[in-house]
């Protein structure tokens, strides 16, 4: 393309003015409007076709997410850079889900703001490294959450549909890490004859009765 046609979307007058004013800078940039919320950004879409949207996140009557869903249902080769803060991950994550092309942060440089929207309609996906880092350690947090809730449904089903008791899930939790029964004994400061009964009241509720077999059994259960 020879000139990027360029809508800012955003609620703060002077936020769209100051945008507006570093990307006519560069020659090869046009800015064709300047929405006030995701309403007006919808509808100047639909006038003026622009190639890339800049988009606030936070905006009244319609907000930078919902606009961002509108806008590529409905005009699926606009690309949108999402306008964001660095606390904004909640809003990125449902941003990226919806279609969006990347994210700067509000604090960015002129030239990177420049960079931005031209390496953005060279197809690259503009991600800030202090976002990335961020979204990966909420998604690392949320699959450990889940894991966590999988294990303990899991565990629910081993009291019901085999019949456990809570402790034969706890040693048949640290049967299936590899624990000896001495070990158990000394983790549960039970005696070893104890651990022995448990094992093989274990072994008879599964239906299984070598001890590596079992481990693996249970270990499957638990993260199916």
């Known amino acids: 393309m020879d000139t990027i046609r360029v809508l800012i979307a955003d609620d703060q007058t002077l936020m769209r003015d100051g945008l507006k004013t570093i990307l006519e800078l560069e020659e090869d940039i046009e800015v064709v409007a300047l929405a006030k919320d995701g309403v007006e950004a919808l509808e100047l879409c639909s006038k003026t076709e622009p190639h890339v949207v800049l988009m606030d996140i936070r905006m009244p009557n ?3 997410v919902q606009c961002t869903k509108l806008i590529k249902e409905s005009f699926p080769n606009i690309l949108i850079l999402i306008l964001t803060t660095f606390d904004d ?3 990125i994550v449902s941003s990226l889900n919806h279609g969006a092309t990347g994210y700067i942060l509000k ?4 030239d990177g703001l420049i960079k931005a929207v031209k390496d953005v309609c060279r197809g690259d996906f503009i991600l800030p490294s202090k976002i990335a880092i961020k ?3 909420k998604i690392a947090k949320e699959y450990s ?4 809730k999988r294990i303990k449904d899991n565990e ?3 009291l019901n549909l085999l019949g456990l008791t809570e402790k034969e899930i706890e040693i048949a939790k640290m049967l299936a890490q590899g624990f000896t029964n001495k070990q158990i004994a000394s983790s549960l400061y039970i005696s070893g004859g104890t651990v022995k009964n448990y ?3 274990l072994y008879s509720k599964i239906g299984i009765s070598d001890r590596t077999s ?3 059994y249970i270990k499957d259960l638990l993260n199916q």
């Open 156 to 158: 629910s089903k081993l």
């Open 89 to 91: 991950e909640e809003f």
């Open 199 to 201: 094992v093989s009241n």
């Open 62 to 64: 319609m907000d930078g």
């Open 107 to 110: 604090d960015i440089d002129g």
């Open 135 to 137: 979204l990966a350690g």
């Open 214 to 216: 079992a481990a693996i």
């Open 145 to 148: 959450y889940d894991s966590e």
